[in-house]
């Protein structure tokens, strides 16, 4: 009764293994082929015109993301969110050589 016990345990663990195996298995084409539907996607669109960028942001990619958290919370006009961003705009501006790679 023993050895019948654990045949039956050593049948259902190789199963169990087979069966995450070909489930990740499936997974991994299911992700491969996604990914080639969405890369075959974008091949075959037309580009957008590219959109013109204002002078004081070429080459910058950090100053318009800060201009556009200041214009949603709306905090230009006090006196003291004014000076944070400033500051802000100066320590981005140190530090766009390192930003813009």
Do not use: C, K, W
């Amino acid at each position: 009764m023993r050895n019948v016990f654990r045949f039956h345990t050593i049948v259902i663990f190789i199963l169990s293994t087979v069966q995450v195996v070909s489930g990740f298995a499936l997974a991994v084409i299911a992700g491969f082929q996604n990914l080639l539907h969405v890369i075959n996607e974008v091949n075959t669109s037309q580009l957008p015109p590219p959109t013109r960028v204002p002078l004081r942001y070429r080459g910058d990619l950090a100053s318009p993301s800060l201009e556009m958290v200041a214009e949603i919370l709306s905090m230009r006009e006090r006196g003291a969110t004014l000076a944070i961003f400033s500051l802000l705009r100066v320590l981005v501006g140190f530090a766009s050589p390192f930003l813009n790679r």
